[in-house]
Nanobody, 114 residues
């Protein structure tokens, strides 16, 4: 059974940093395109950052220069380093894996206070 388990969400003040982790089981993350999505209250789930299996990454305009997605294949883990956090970064962050099938984690809450 495939599982993606996120962690690292927290309450943080504006300007602070967090690192989110997504650990995969039942899949080999290095073979998948991995991504982080964010869903703010009352809004749709939007792409934050994506990294391909060969290492190319792209970001939503709103997080460019502040967030970094990376993967540690030996740990079967994808990370999202978030710096200079803003209140508008608040939301539930979901890990996503895509190859022939889509897999989602359960999400981790990030709250940024002003």
């Amino acid at each position: 059974q495939v599982q993606l388990v996120e962690s690292g969400g927290d309450l943080v003040q504006a300007g602070g940093s967090l690192r989110l982790s997504c650990v995969g089981s039942g899949i080999v993350i290095s073979q998948y395109a991995m991504a982080w999505y964010r869903q703010a209250p009352g809004k749709q789930r939007d792409l934050v950052a994506r990294i391909t299996w060969y290492g190319t990454s792209n970001y939503a305009d709103s997080v460019k220069g502040r967030f970094t997605i990376s993967r540690e294949n030996g740990e079967n883990t994808v990370y999202l380093q978030m710096n200079s956090l803003k209140p508008e970064d608040t939301g539930v962050y979901y890990c996503h894996a895509r190859l022939w099938t889509d897999y989602w984690g359960q999400g981790t809450q990030v709250t940024v206070s002003s």
